[in-house]
Nanobody, 114 residues
């Protein structure tokens, strides 16, 4: 069973930075990514990194967030800069296999105060 464990969430002020981390129990994924879900809203895509290194971002975070992966450590990171109150959400790590199965982490809360 694949396990994804997020860490790094917390309470920060607008303009601050946070780095989220996701540790995977195995490392053979086509894509690693981050999603988020704010109260009363649907879960939305934030960023993804493919096995070949290509990265993709939601327009709302482009230029502020950076996704990266460390294959040796089986980790994927989300560096979040210039945080805004609208970034407040539970952030989930996700992993897609080459057979199109998706796994989710348990989520980590990010709260940005104004």
């Amino acid at each position: 069973q694949v396990q994804l464990v997020e860490s790094g969430g917390g309470l920060v002020q607008a303009g601050d930075s946070l780095r989220l981390s996701c540790l995977a129990s195995e490392w053979n994924f086509r894509t690693m990514g981050w999603f988020r879900q704010a109260p009363g809203k649907e879960r939305e895509f934030v960023a993804a990194v493919y096995s070949g290194g290509s990265t993709y971002y939601a327009d709302s975070v482009k230029g502020r967030f950076t996704i990266s992966r460390d294959n040796a450590r089986k980790m994927v990171y989300l560096q979040m800069d210039s945080l805004e109150p609208e970034d407040t959400a539970v952030y989930y790590c996700a992993a897609d296999t080459f057979t199109s199965n998706r796994y989710w982490g348990q989520g980590t809360q990010v709260t940005v105060s104004s």
